[in-house]
C-alpha cells in the first residue's frame, strides 16, 4: 500500500467548479489558494475533486472529451496578467486566451517558451491528437467526430495533413490552453504540498463517445469505424435507480488493449500522476466484470456481466509504477471476486454512512463494520447532502440513524461527520456541503440525470467564524491531524 494511505488522514471533497468565481465555474486562481489555506486551517490534509478534463455542454466530469487534457474553463485570468502575457484590461471571455497566447509569444522569457516547447514533447503522445480533435470539432460547429465528414470522422492521412497546415494556429492554440492548465494546476499542487495537502484525483473508468481518445484510437474500444455502437457501458439496477444506468460509453475491448502491455493504461496514469498523489479509480466493479447493454436498449436492465483483465492490468500498472495511491470505487453490486481482487492489489475500498442504516447490524457501510484499509464518505457527489439525505428519511428512518448514533443532541449533519472522522478507516472524506451544513438544493448530481447538475458553488460567507477550529478540534481528537 502507498505511504499515503497508511496514515489516519481526513479530508473534503469539492470539485474546482465549486469554488466561488461571481457565478461562472471555478477556477484555478486565487480562489483555489484561498481554500487550501481553509483545508489546512481546518486540520484536513487531503482535497479531493472530481475529474478535471474538459466536458461536454452538461458540464459532466464523467464524460470527457479527453482522459489527458485539462479543463481550459478553469484558467483563471488574472494569473495570466501576472504573468505579464494577458492585459488587465482584456475583456472577459473565451478571446483572452487567445490574446494571452499573443501576449506569451511577444513578452514570454526564453526560459517560458522553452517550458512550453518541453510540455509539448513530453505530452505529444496525447496532445497532437487531442489539438487536432479540437480544432476540427471546432471548424464542425462543434458537432461529434462521428457526424464529421468521412475524410476527417475516418481520419485520413491527406485531409489531416491539410488541416494542420490550414488551421496551424489554432491548433497551436490549443497546445498553449494546456499548456497554461497544466501549469497552473502544478502551481496549485505545489502550494497544497507547501501546506502539507495531498491532492486526491478522480479517473472515470469509461471514455466519451465524443472524445479525441476514441477518435484517435477507436480500434480500442466497442465502435465500429463510422463510430456506431452495437454495445454500450452502465450498471444494472441499483440504490441509484431502479431501472440501472445507462451511461451509453463505448466499452474497451480489453484483448486488444492487452496484446498491447496495456500501453494506453499506462499513458494514462502517467498524466493523472501529474496531476495528483492519490487517484480515485471509479466503477472499480468494472475492471473485473463489466455490465454491457445493448445499445437499442433505453435503460440498462438487459444488460450482462463481461470478464475483464483486471488483474493484469494492476499487475502491469504496479510493474511499472510501483506502489500506486489508488481507492477502488467499490459501491453497488460487489462480488468476492470483485473483493478478492482489491485485497490483492491492497487496495482501500469505499465505505459511504448514508448507505449504512437499512440492513440491519451486518451492513458493511455501518461504522462498526469498517475496516482500515479503507476511505469513510458521509456521501459522495452523487449522493444528497447529508442533512437533505436525513430529512428525506421518514420517522423510523430519522430514528434509527439517531439510535445507532447515540442519540447525539447535536444538529445533522454534524454527527455523521463525527461518525466519519470516528471511523476506524484511514482517510475520512467530507463534501463541502456536509461541511457546511447545507441541505436540500445543494447536491451535486442526481445519477440518471443529465440537467441541473455539476453547477453547485459554495459562497464563503456559508462558511461560519468558528467552523475552522471546530473542525481542527473534532480532526485532532479522532487522531487524524498531523502526528
Known amino acids: 500500500m502507498h505511504n499515503l494511505l497508511k496514515d489516519r488522514r481526513a479530508g473534503v471533497l469539492l470539485h474546482p467548479t465549486s469554488l466561488p468565481n461571481a457565478g461562472a465555474p471555478g477556477g484555478l486562481g486565487a480562489e483555489a489558494f484561498h481554500f487550501i489555506d481553509f483545508v489546512k486551517k481546518c486540520g484536513f490534509r487531503v482535497w479531493q475533486t472530481l475529474p478535471l478534463g474538459p466536458t461536454h455542454s452538461d458540464h459532466s466530469p464523467y464524460q470527457c472529451m479527453s482522459v489527458h487534457a485539462g479543463n481550459t474553463d478553469l484558467i483563471s485570468p488574472v494569473d495570466l496578467v501576472s504573468r505579464g502575457w494577458l492585459d488587465a484590461t482584456a475583456a472577459a471571455g473565451t478571446d483572452r486566451l487567445v490574446q494571452a497566447r499573443h501576449g506569451f509569444e511577444g513578452r514570454a522569457e526564453a526560459h517560458e517558451k522553452q517550458d512550453l516547447t518541453d510540455f509539448k514533447q513530453q505530452h505529444a503522445t496525447w496532445l497532437d491528437d487531442y489539438a487536432l ?20 470522422r475516418d481520419r485520413h492521412h491527406a485531409e489531416l495533413s ?30 497544497a504540498h507547501q501546506q502539507g495537502i495531498a491532492l486526491f484525483g478522480d479517473l472515470p473508468i469509461y471514455v466519451a463517445a465524443d472524445s479525441a481518445d476514441i477518435w484517435a484510437g477507436r480500434e480500442l474500444f466497442s465502435t465500429d469505424p463510422a463510430g456506431k455502437l452495437d454495445i454500450v457501458a452502465g ?46 479509480l471509479d466503477h472499480f466493479r468494472g475492471f473485473e466484470k463489466y455490465w454491457e447493454v445493448p445499445s437499442q436498449e433505453e435503460t440498462a436492465i438487459n444488460g450482462r456481466w463481461v470478464e475483464a483483465p483486471g488483474d493484469a492490468l494492476f499487475s502491469r500498472l504496479r510493474e511499472t509504477f510501483g506502489d500506486l495511491p489508488l481507492v477502488a470505487e467499490d459501491l453497488g453490486t460487489i462480488t468476492p471476486e470483485v473483493d478478492a481482487m482489491r485485497r490483492r492489489f491492497d487496495l482501500p475500498g469505499m465505505k459511504i454512512l448514508q448507505f449504512a442504516f437499512d440492513d440491519g447490524p451486518e451492513n458493511p457501510y455501518l461504522p462498526h463494520n469498517h475496516v482500515a484499509v479503507s476511505v469513510v464518505y458521509t456521501g459522495t457527489h452523487d449522493n444528497d447532502t447529508t442533512l437533505g439525505w436525513y430529512l428525506g428519511r421518514d420517522e423510523h428512518g430519522r430514528r434509527a440513524v439517531n439510535e445507532y448514533l447515540g442519540n447525539p443532541s447535536e444538529d445533522m449533519p454534524w454527527p455523521l461527520v463525527r461518525a466519519a472522522l470516528a471511523s476506524v478507516a484511514r ?23 443529465t440537467k441541473n447538475n455539476w453547477n453547485w458553488q459554495f459562497d464563503w460567507s456559508q462558511v461560519a467564524p468558528d467552523l475552522a477550529p471546530r473542525l481542527q478540534q473534532m480532526i485532532h481528537i479522532y487522531g487524524r491531524g498531523k502526528s
Open 235 to 280: 450498471v444494472p439496477p441499483d440504490y441509484f435507480s431502479a431501472s440501472g444506468q445507462r451511461w451509453g460509453n463505448p466499452l474497451y475491448r480489453w484483448d486488444r488493449i492487452q496484446a498491447d502491455g496495456f500501453r494506453w493504461w499506462l499513458d494514462r496514469f502517467r498524466t493523472q500522476l501529474l496531476l495528483f498523489d492519490i487517484i480515485r
Open 427 to 449: 482517510l475520512a472524506i467530507l463534501p463541502m456541503q456536509d461541511i457546511l451544513g447545507l441541505g436540500c438544493g445543494h447536491r451535486m448530481n442526481l445519477p440518471g440525470t
Open 162 to 191: 491539410r488541416i494542420r497546415r490550414s488551421h496551424a494556429d489554432a491548433i497551436e492554440q490549443v497546445c498553449f490552453e494546456q499548456y497554461v492548465f497544466f501549469l497552473q494546476w502544478q502551481a496549485i499542487r505545489d502550494y
Open 133 to 152: 480533435y479540437q480544432t476540427i470539432r471546432q471548424a464542425q460547429d462543434g458537432r461529434s467526430w462521428f457526424d464529421w465528414p468521412k475524410p476527417l
